[in-house]
């Protein structure tokens, strides 16, 4: 089991800057990738940012804007020159490793990108 919690959204102006944390607890050291995710109101839930042992993968959205990074059992997902559109809840996950591997995601946490 793995339990996640995100924390560090907010209201930010377009333009600004936002890191979102995602602390993982439980069965850490099983996890094999870290993800984040958001969903906008009135969208399908898509990934923004991925990270593996083997490297960092981004949507095309956010590409040149957010970096993701994690240590042990935290994830970070920093996100520049925000957007209007970048608006949404944004969720963490965590995917477990092998063939019974499992994904866990956590509560998420609301960005809003105003002016």
């Known amino acids: 089991q793995v339990q996640l919690v995100e924390s560090g959204g907010g209201l930010v102006q377009p333009g600004g800057s936002l890191r979102l944390s995602c602390t993982a607890s439980g069965s850490v050291s099983s996890i094999g990738v870290m993800a984040w995710y958001r969903q906008a109101p009135g969208k399908q839930r898509e990934l923004v940012a991925a990270?593996?042992?083997?490297g960092r993968n981004y949507a095309d959205s956010v590409k040149g804007r957010a970096t993701i990074s994690r240590t042990k059992n935290l994830v970070y997902l920093q996100m520049d020159r925000l957007k209007p559109e970048d608006t949404a809840v944004y969720y963490c996950?965590?995917?477990?490793?092998?063939?019974?591997?499992?994904?866990?995601w956590g509560e998420g946490t609301v960005v809003t990108v105003s002016s």
């Open positions: 990270i593996t042992s083997g």
């Open positions: 996950k965590a995917s477990t490793r092998g063939v019974n591997g499992l994904d866990y």
